[in-house]
């Protein structure tokens, strides 16, 4: 009898291990992109200006798209293409964005745009 309790414990404290087992992070190599809130002002407009605005901005901009504020990058992703536009590598013409940036920027886009 107790040796079929110990039996019967020593498979529950399995399970539980097994249950503590976290699941991998979403992007491992961009934790930032896990925790932090990410922001129009406090990062995408950033890369907006590094990477795109030389071409996507001023009076004649690329393909009309304009990405200099807030308004105009919700826009220009209003049918997905803003961002899939760099996450397929397409833009900027220079080269793939880091996968940290671009997981920072789907996560932007996924909580719903923050301003
Ligand atoms: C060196 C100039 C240049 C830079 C920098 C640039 N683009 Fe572009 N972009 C273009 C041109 C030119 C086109 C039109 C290309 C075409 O139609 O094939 C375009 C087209 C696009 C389109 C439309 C794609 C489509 O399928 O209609 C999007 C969205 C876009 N760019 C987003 C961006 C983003 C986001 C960045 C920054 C990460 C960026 N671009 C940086 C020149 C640039």
Known sequence: MLRS????????????????????P???TCP???TAVITYRGYVA???QQHC???????????GIRLET??????ANANGKWYRSMENGSMPPSGKLDDCTLAKLK????SGYPE
Request: charged share 20%; with cysteine; proline share 6%.
């Open 53 to 63: 605005t030389s071409c996507h901005g001023g009076a004649n901009p690329s393909r």
């Open 26 to 28: 979403a992007s491992p």
């Open 5 to 24: 309790l110990g039996f019967w414990v020593g498979i529950a404290l399995g399970l539980l291990a097994c249950k503590k087992e976290k699941p991998a």
């Open 70 to 75: 807030y308004e105009q990058v919700k826009q």
């Open 46 to 48: 950033q890369v907006m």
């Open 32 to 34: 930032q992109a896990d």
């Open 107 to 110: 996560k932007w886009v996924d």
